[in-house]
């Protein structure tokens, strides 16, 4: 009768494997082209709704725009810079083009007509309020 031994890899070998296996799962995960980068927000509630805020820098008013539909918030933007050639002295050209979108769904219907944006120093405020119906209600009870 023959006894086969199974002698253990050496953990070089295991390491060495699972480094490669990770590169090569990393590697399908890079994006092919240029996408919208998320857009961190903060949302506050108050008496009247909510206020969300948000940092965006190099945007302009007229760069943003907001769509809102019942409770859903739509946010997006994009900057596209007009194609350089060398003449214009760049060496080097990151800042070509920027965009962000982003979609938020509220707790309670926002009135749409009554909803202020502004824009300062890169912060873009949205003042929201909910809609009359959605307000909560104080009835006082009478004693007869």
């Known amino acids: 009768m023959t ?3 199974v002698k253990p890899r050496p953990r070089s070998i295991d390491s060495f494997d699972r480094f490669f296996n990770q590169m090569v799962k990393n590697s399908f995960a890079l994006p092919v082209a240029p996408q919208a980068a998320p857009l961190a927000v903060d949302v506050q509630a108050n008496d009247n709704g909510y206020v969300l805020t948000a940092n965006v820098p190099g945007f302009t008013a007229e760069d943003i725009s907001i769509e809102i539909l019942e409770n859903v ?3 997006s933007a994009k900057v596209e ?4 050639s060398e003449s214009d002295g760049y060496v080097l ?3 070509r083009h920027s965009s962000f979108r982003r979609k938020l769904r509220l ?3 926002i009135d749409s007509e009554a909803v202020e944006a502004s824009i300062e120093n890169g912060v873009l405020t949205l003042s929201l309020p909910v809609v009359e119906d959605a307000k909560p209600k104080s009835i006082s009870v009478s004693v007869k």
């Open 93 to 95: 050209r990151e800042r």
């Open 73 to 75: 918030i739509s946010l």
């Open 107 to 109: 707790p309670k219907e």
């Open 81 to 84: 810079s007009s194609e350089d």
């Open 3 to 5: 006894y086969l031994t």
